[in-house]
């Protein structure tokens, strides 16, 4: 069998999750995703109330399917076999079959030609490696190999074992020591190669390194993978290698899409498709094709992505190339697939198919099999369906790949929930958030990433909810509630705190037995809330939306109920959903005057009101009768999405009663958070009180690029700051003297920390973590040239996340400071940065909040907090006593309590 034709490039596939991010549900957007109809209504066991309550009210329940696209992984200096697999070889050398070199062995041996025999073994490997697939023996004859070319000196055979030894592992699904072992002394040897065999050509390197992070991206290492994608881009900018350059920013973009930072990728394959056409490299130019389409397909634009993907297949037509051909061909189908053509979908991936066949490759075909699987699904031939994953589960398992069997065990268990095989299905979606898992713990400290990632992977964890509510359990369901969110916020908190302790530790998702434990330390009753999805046809295309609310109640003396409410029949008469009436029932009471008079607009307290009441029908009327009696006795709401936004003190029950009036109210991003912020909490000492207000403000520019404008002073936080100091017997720091520097330093020896100032919500830092504090400039004498090149007096949310404060109080006496990017875990800003960098409790806004009531309200919370050091009672207390003066929740009502409330 002849070897196929050498390409600087050359395409082998890994498949990616097509999952996208839920924020994208809120608004009816839909993501590679598939909502496949299941009826669970002859599913749930009559003994208990909430399965009875589900099985009435949803007769039409709906679990949740993957797609995977098919995306390239492109391999330099490197050749391909017909099978699409990838390998190193020495010019005319091909991987033939494996009879043709026994011979040659064996004649070897019998010689003493060490050579010879080096030779015959490396050919062995290879004709098992790239075509036969037998990794295991392959990487035997390697090793063998290896050790004669040391032994002989022969560099340039070394070099290329040392790659196929890694690359192979890799097939092989060894993701960990295994293949690093060998390619990082891949990447040495190409580095010496490159300055002693080739001239000092400098591209060698790049090659190697752009080669390692694709192994790093294979194994599922984003953070190694991103770490030498940049510098093999920076490299290639260094030495002007513009093709080097073009293939850097590409895979860089790959491992985004597979990150879920959807934007970044686009811009990094739209940058790769310039480069590609400029020098006119066709093979750089149908990858960046192909990976747009891919990722805009991602985002649910399917138009978008036929027409990219009908750009590639026309491309790889032009220059017949059968592999690209079907790829192409494959994700096409998964495009009209996802608009509801399934008759269209099955001709493109028997097309594709056809073309596998035609070249003996099994790579791309088994995942055009499984993604085929999920049309036989929606055309309802289950058999045909769980056959086809089956095959994949098989390949992908003996591949070890991560992302490969959690995708195809949710779509096999969405299908033993469809005949009604619920274990089958919980032991299924338990095996795909465990690999999942692993696959996150890979991206070790990155928590930006760990964010990121998460949005990509929710559907085994909402899909194993519906199961475990389905079965009677409704405890392992709220352990899986838990176990899929805030995990990022969980493990750096746990990180931050195990750095303060003589012992490393490490963290687990709590079972119902430490929630319960939780809720008993807390001395409170928590309330945690589960979005569930599903979806619907709109004119044959895939939509999804909100369709049920789970709720747990947990008391102190550990008595656990699950509640449910109906999100579908109570929302479907105006056809929005829960996420629009908590995100605009906060715009209507953030209709008002914030500090400093900066106008934001009108509220109309008749739809204000309305909504409010809404609100607490859907989210309190179903559990009102668990929650306490006492209005002393305290509740946790934990929140999940736009749920974070909801201000739970302004709710208003039927009679016109709102929920502060009659209960102590906090809130936490996850249970096992309040568990580490309590721990946080006996950490702390010292006394030292640190109040701002109205620090002489710092400039910011209204757009990007127009000349920056200086925030407006505020008297009214002035004014609040010298009315607190003097509570708190300490003296306010304001105007010139509230420098960032100074702020900073004071704010790593205080206890209690009151900052009175202007709060912004924008991501200065372009980190990813938006949110930022307004101090006054520092003189541009006291910080560094690097310091200068940011916004002088704003303390972002970025910068806190780095500080390790000791503060058992810090309150944000500002407008937005409780917003920023809401996430699977959690909102991401201020509030979680002040927590992670070691805050037990925390008190923010949601709004713009008027001058004069917040500074009465944090007067009389500070005059509470004296009498009783109870933070969430003194906050109640203070907010009735605002609610009297100024009776309208947008007054009163921003401020939420997040952590501890002693």
Not at 339 to 350: H, P, Q, R, S, V
Not at 510 to 531: G, R
């Amino acid at each position: 069998m002849k070897r196929s034709h050498f390409l600087q490039f050359c395409g082998s596939t890994l498949a990616t999750f097509g999952l996208g991010q839920l924020e994208a549900i809120a608004s009816g957007d839909r993501d590679t995703r598939v909502f496949a109809q299941t009826d669970f209504s002859n599913l749930f066991p009559t003994s208990d109330s909430g399965a009875q309550l589900l099985a009435q009210t949803s007769s039409q329940q709906q679990a949740l399917t993957i797609y995977q696209p098919i995306q390239n992984i492109e391999w330099e200096g490197m050749f391909v076999s017909p099978q699409g697999i990838a390998y190193f070889a020495i010019d005319g050398v091909s991987p033939d079959a494996v009879s043709n070199y026994d011979g040659d062995l064996e004649f070897a041996r019998r010689n003493g030609d060490r050579q010879k025999e080096a030779s015959a073994l490396f050919k062995l490997g290879l004709a098992n490696h790239a075509i036969g697939g037998f990794f295991d023996k392959a990487i035997d004859y390697y090793k063998q190999s290896l050790v004669i070319a040391k032994e002989i000196r022969d560099g340039n055979l070394e070099v290329i074992l040392l790659g196929n030894i890694g690359i192979a592992y890799l097939q092989n699904g060894f993701a960990y020591i295994e293949p690093f072992e060998y390619l990082e002394q891949y990447l040495a040897q190409t580095w010496h190669k490159a300055y002693y065999y080739n001239g000092g050509d400098r591209r060698w390197g790049g090659v190697a390194m752009g080669n390692l992070g694709n192994a790093y991206y294979s194994a599922d290492l984003y953070g190694k993978a991103i770490e030498y994608h940049q510098k093999r881009l920076a490299l290639s900018l260094e030495i002007k290698d513009r093709r080097g350059e073009g293939k850097a920013l590409g895979d860089l973009g790959i491992v985004d899409h597979s990150l879920g930072e959807y934007k970044k990728a686009i811009e990094y394959q739209e940058q790769r498709l310039a480069i590609a056409r400029e020098i006119k490299d066709s093979w750089g130019e149908g990858q960046a094709i192909s990976n747009l389409g891919i990722v805009y397909h991602t985002q649910g634009n399917y138009t978008k992505a036929i027409e990219y993907q009908q750009q590639y297949l026309a491309l790889a037509q032009a220059i017949k190339n059968p592999l690209w051909e079907e790829q192409a061909l494959g994700n096409l189908g998964g495009a009209y697939y996802f608009l509801g053509n399934y008759n269209k979908a099955i001709e493109l991936y028997e097309k594709s198919l056809a073309i596998a066949g035609k070249i003996r490759e099994s790579q791309i075909a088994k995942k055009v099999r499984a993604n085929l699987g999920l049309v036989y699904f929606q055309m309802n031939n289950y058999q045909k369906s769980i056959e086809l994953y089956n095959q994949f589960l098989t390949s992908t398992s003996s591949g070890k790949n991560h992302r490969e069997q959690a995708i195809v065990r949710n779509n096999i268990a969405v299908v033993q929930i469809n005949n009604g095989d619920l274990p089958g299905a919980t032991e299924n979606l338990l095996k795909a958030i465990q690999v999942l898992e692993i696959l996150r713990g890979r991206l070790a400290g990155n928590d930006a990433y760990k964010i990121s990632i998460f949005e990509t992977q929710t559907f085994p964890y909402i899909n194993l909810q519906k199961v475990l509510i389905a079965s009677n359990k409704n405890d392992a369901a709220l352990e899986i509630a838990e176990r899929g969110r805030s995990r990022a916020f969980v493990e750096l908190l746990e990180k931050r705190l195990s750095l303060k302790q003589t012992a490393a530790t490490s963290i687990t998702p709590p079972n119902i037995e430490q929630i319960k434990q939780i809720a008993k330390t807390q001395n409170s009753t928590l309330v945690q809330y589960s979005i569930i999805y599903n979806d619907f046809k709109v004119e044959g295309r895939e939509k999804s939306q909100e369709s049920e609310l789970y709720i747990w109640v947990i008391k102190p003396n550990g008595e656990v109920t699950f509640r449910y409410s109906n999100l579908k029949s109570i929302l479907q008469e105006q056809e929005i959903s829960l996420a629009y009436y908590a995100t605009t029932t906060r715009a209507y009471l953030a209709a008002a005057r914030g500090r400093g008079s900066m106008e934001v607009g009108q509220s109309d307290e008749t739809l204000e009101t309305k909504r409010l009441k809404r609100l607490y029908q859907i989210l309190i009327e179903p559990i009102a009768d668990l929650l306490p009696n006492d209005p002393k006795h305290r509740v946790i709401f934990i929140p999940q999405k736009s749920l974070f936004v909801v201000p739970f003190p302004a709710l208003m029950d039927a009679a016109g009663k709102y929920l502060i009036e009659k209960h102590t109210i906090l809130t936490a991003p996850a249970i096992q958070v309040l568990q580490l912020t309590n721990q946080q909490r006996k950490q702390v000492v010292g006394d030292k009180v640190l109040v701002v207000g109205n620090p002489t403000m710092p400039s910011i520019p209204v757009e990007i690029g127009e000349k920056p404008q200086q925030l407006p002073p505020l008297p009214g936080a002035e004014k609040e700051a010298l009315a607190i100091a003097k509570l708190l017997q300490t003296r306010a720091i304001i105007g010139n003297e509230a420098t960032k520097s100074s702020i900073v330093q004071q704010m790593l020896k205080s206890r209690i920390i009151h900052l009175a100032t202007h709060g912004l919500l924008d991501d200065f830092n372009g980190s990813g973590v938006p949110g930022a504090i307004a101090l006054a400039p520092d003189s541009p004498s006291s910080f560094s040239k690097e310091q200068q090149s940011g916004i002088n007096g704003l303390l972002t949310a970025d910068e806190i996340l780095d500080f390790k404060l000791n503060a058992e109080l810090v309150v944000l006496s500002a407008c937005d400071t409780g917003r920023g990017k809401i996430t699977g875990d959690g909102v991401i800003g201020l509030s979680r940065s002040l927590i992670t960098a070691g805050v037990s409790s925390v008190i923010v806004s949601l709004w713009s909040v008027p001058d004069e009531p917040t500074a009465l309200l944090m007067s009389e919370f500070y005059q509470n907090i004296q009498k009783n050091s109870d933070k969430a009672q003194a906050l109640r207390q203070a907010m009735l006593a605002t609610m009297k003066q100024y009776p309208e929740p947008k007054n009163w009502a921003a401020f939420t309590l997040i952590g501890e409330a002693n």
